[in-house]
């Protein structure tokens, strides 16, 4: 895990379902209030899995869920914010 910009960076790419929203969960509690945690992984399960965890999970705000390309393939990039 890395701090990049204005957000803690995960990198998930190259792992398989549950793996990436597990340690999604993990990171996220390592988080402060008003913080985001930025996710990148290549699992295209990500993008159902981390929305329904954010959405079950108190003080977690999805921001935000891209796409992009990248040598490894297609990276999901998930934004979530610690609102509570």
């Known amino acids: 895990m890395s701090q990049e910009h204005d957000a803690v960076e995960l990198d998930a790419t190259g792992l398989n379902c549950p793996m990436p929203v ?7 509690a390592d988080i402060g209030v008003g913080e985001t945690l930025e996710v990148h992984a290549t699992d ?5 899995d981390i929305a ?13 869920q891209t796409e992009r390309d990248a040598s490894e393939g297609t ?3 998930h934004r979530i914010e610690r609102v509570a």
């Open 22 to 28: 597990i340690q999604t969960s993990q990171a996220f």
């Open 44 to 48: 295209p399960g990500s993008v159902s």
């Open 52 to 64: 329904g965890w954010a959405d079950s999970t108190d003080g977690a705000s999805l921001r935000e």
């Open 75 to 77: 990276v999901y990039v």
